[in-house]
């Protein structure tokens, strides 16, 4: 069974950079069939994507955020990683790790429980 | 705002059938398949539909998605009280970006 979990701060200061990972057991973590995202989503509002990476490295970021937005890749560890810099608390939210699937047209077949990040001096 | 746009509510009582729409535009639905995710009070989104009307191992055949043009349907059939829950609509749009619609609350009376 394929499980995710999101681990970081919880409470981020204005300005800095919120740093998450998401770490990855069960199924194959490194094959093609399969892409790693971040999804984020404020109390009582809907999902925002922030961007894809696959394990070859290759990204896709949300344009709104691009600027703002980093996300790598450890094959070694089973795991994937956000950066978020210049937070303020637009960017407070439940942050989801999820994997994508080729065989599901690249739907999101499996998430992380979520973490709740908050932004605040 | 979202790029995809949702009731914000829908209703129905048990063993009813209810439709969740999806409109977007040629960028994103017009070009692109949709996804549809369930999402219960206080627990992570669930893949729902894939490729417009396929459905993932385990999910009941009482939910199926349709597609015409930039618009996307949901329909939920023989409704039931553990069907109560927040249904997004998912595409990629022409910008390589992931858009989600903003989000549809189903009751069930």
């Known amino acids: 069974q394929v499980q995710l979990q999101e681990s970081g701060p919880g409470l981020v200061k204005p300005s800095q950079t919120l740093s998450l990972t998401c770490t990855v057991s069960?199924?194959?973590?490194?094959?093609?069939?399969?892409?790693w995202t971040w999804i984020r989503q404020p109390a009582g509002r809907g999902l925002e994507w922030i961007g894809r990476?696959?394990?070859?490295?290759?990204?896709n970021y949300n344009p709104s955020l691009k600027s703002r937005v980093t996300m790598s890749v450890d094959t070694s560890k089973n795991q994937f990683s956000l950066m978020l810099s210049s937070v303020t608390a637009a960017d407070t939210a439940v942050y989801y790790c999820?994997?994508?699937?080729?065989?599901?047209?690249?739907?999101?077949?499996?998430w992380g429980q979520g973490t709740l990040v908050t932004v605040s001096s | 705002q979202s790029v995809l746009t949702q009731p914000p509510s829908a209703s129905g009582t048990p063993g009813q059938r209810v439709t969740i729409s999806c409109s977007g535009s040629?960028?994103?639905?017009?070009?692109?398949?949709v996804n549809w995710y369930q999402q219960l009070p206080g627990t992570a989104p669930k893949l729902l539909i894939y490729?417009?009307?396929q459905r993932p191992s385990g999910v009941p055949d009482r939910f199926s998605g349709s597609k015409s043009g930039t618009s996307a349907s949901l329909a939920i059939s023989g409704l039931q009280s553990e069907d109560e829950a927040d249904y997004y609509c998912?595409?990629?749009?022409?910008?390589?970006?992931?858009?989600f619609g903003g989000g549809t609350k189903l009751t069930v009376l």
């Open positions: 490729n417009n009307n």
């Open positions: 998912a595409a990629w749009d022409d910008s390589l970006d992931r858009v």
């Open positions: 999820a994997r994508g699937y080729s065989g599901y047209d690249w739907g999101l077949d499996y």
């Open positions: 069960g199924g194959s973590f490194s094959s093609g069939s399969y892409y």
């Open positions: 990476i696959f394990t070859s490295g290759s990204t």
């Open positions: 040629s960028s994103n639905i017009g070009s692109h398949t």
